[in-house]
């Protein structure tokens, strides 16, 4: 079966950190989840109630059988994805073995059993002054070229959002401005930008870069790949050498201290473990990501994780995450310094207001980029602004690691 863009699909991972350069471009132990796919037969109901075409589709939860239809439509929709190419092994870890939970998601189905469309919502848990917060992110979804203009993505979405109410508090997202005004439609509440900080590396070579994309004129293409350039270790070697269930070591240590520190903070803020590091960071399929770390007296000081990547003519250092002991402000700026030894022509990251790292931005060379950043929107399964969604942005304290490749 053959698949075409569908009509508004949403951003794969919402505007990548390039996009902080306005010029270089135009996401503990999981909780069992009911609503859950599994192998094996799913029951089926009718497409219908929420209006338009799609008479004679049915609608059931996505089976791991799908799962090489299901490639073909999202790789004719959105592309390759993160890694170049949508494989196997990539939504597996996506969707299956994210240590929130298996993504739940619908597929709509014509009676001799072609796939008509897709959508799937990825678990992600935050924590709120010391409380859990279950959310879920709106990601992957296609639709079938035979059955375009009908509104399925509409009625998957809003079907889905149905499921997940009884387990779900929030849904959240950073759409493109094509799929924004859809997503606004249905109920979605703007939050607002997250902002992007910007530490240039090799200074002639960026502005040879930011240059070129202005002038809308190619530019000459990095002379090898990013990851080739890169001396920071891997992070997939680094988490080999750390305890498998998490539970001790000097991991697990900087994170208790940090969760402590943090539980005050009214805020969202992505629950961190070392299962959940050890999967974004250390077993993402095909994602380069490296390590940094600062150990002082014997102990984990702090660490970061980020991976070298090409961007239109320039290489990036894209720094996801940065845990540091609380009001470690002296081993946050080496980190982000040390990012900047990459051997990338310039780092991009998101420095959440009142951390450490924001505080050592300045003077560690990072600057927030005019214009740029990810248009962040949300909402509860029912309706309404959902936690966190009244204060914008403002209420939520993001790792760039929470958004980007998902």
């Not at 698949?3 to 794969?12: F, I, K, S």
């Not at 004679?56 to 959105?78: F, I, K, N, Y």
């Not at 897709?118 to 924590?127: C, I, N, Q, S």
């Not at 040879?208 to 002379?223: E, F, K, Q």
Request: aromatic content about 6%.
């Amino acid at each position: 079966m053959t698949a075409t863009p569908a009509p508004e699909p949403p951003r794969e991972s919402g505007p990548g950190p390039a996009d902080a350069v306005n010029a270089l471009s135009a996401p503990a132990e999981p909780p069992d989840h009911t609503d859950s796919p599994a192998p094996g037969a799913a029951p089926r109901r009718a497409v219908g109630g929420r209006g338009g075409g799609g008479a004679g589709l049915l609608v059931r939860p996505w089976v791991e059988g799908d799962l090489p239809e299901l490639l073909r439509l999202l790789t004719a929709s959105l592309a390759g994805g993160p890694t170049g190419e949508r494989s196997a092994d990539f939504f597996t870890w996506k969707h299956l073995r994210n240590p929130f939970g298996v993504s739940p998601g619908l597929v709509a189905e014509t009676g001799d059993g072609r796939l008509a469309g897709v959508r799937l919502f990825l678990r992600w848990e935050y924590a709120a002054a010391g409380r859990p917060v279950r959310a879920v992110r709106p990601v992957d979804t296609a639709t079938h070229p035979d059955f375009q203009g009908r509104g399925i993505f509409r009625r998957l979405t809003l079907d889905l959002l149905d499921r997940v109410a009884d387990d779900t508090a929030l849904v959240f997202n950073t759409p493109n401005a094509s799929s924004l005004p859809g997503y606004l439609k249905m109920g979605w509440q703007p939050a607002g930008r997250v902002p992007i900080a910007v530490r240039p590396v090799r200074p002639a070579a960026f502005a040879r870069g930011v240059r070129a994309v202005l002038a809308r004129r190619a530019a000459p293409a990095p002379p090898q790949d990013a990851g080739a350039r890169c001396p920071l270790p891997g992070a997939a070697d680094w988490f080999a050498g750390q305890q498998r269930d998490g539970t001790a070591g000097p991991l697990a240590e900087l994170l208790r201290e940090r969760a402590e520190a943090d539980a005050g903070d009214a805020r969202l803020a992505t629950v961190r473990s070392a299962a959940f590091l050890r999967w974004r960071y250390g077993e993402a399929p095909g994602l380069d990501y490296r390590v940094i770390t600062v150990v002082r007296g014997g102990e984990l000081a702090g660490v970061a994780f980020g991976r070298p990547r090409r961007r239109g003519p320039l290489t990036e250092f894209t720094l996801a995450d940065a845990v540091v002991r609380p009001g470690d402000r002296a081993t946050a700026a080496r980190l982000l310094r040390m990012a900047a030894r990459s051997g990338c022509d310039h780092v991009a990251t998101h420095l959440a207001a009142g951390t450490e790292p924001a505080a050592a931005a300045l003077r560690s060379g990072y600057l927030t980029a005019p214009r740029a950043g990810m248009t962040l929107v949300s909402r509860a399964p029912g309706g309404g602004p959902g936690p966190g969604g009244a204060g914008g942005v403002a209420g939520w304290r993001f790792a760039l690691g929470d958004l980007e490749v998902f």
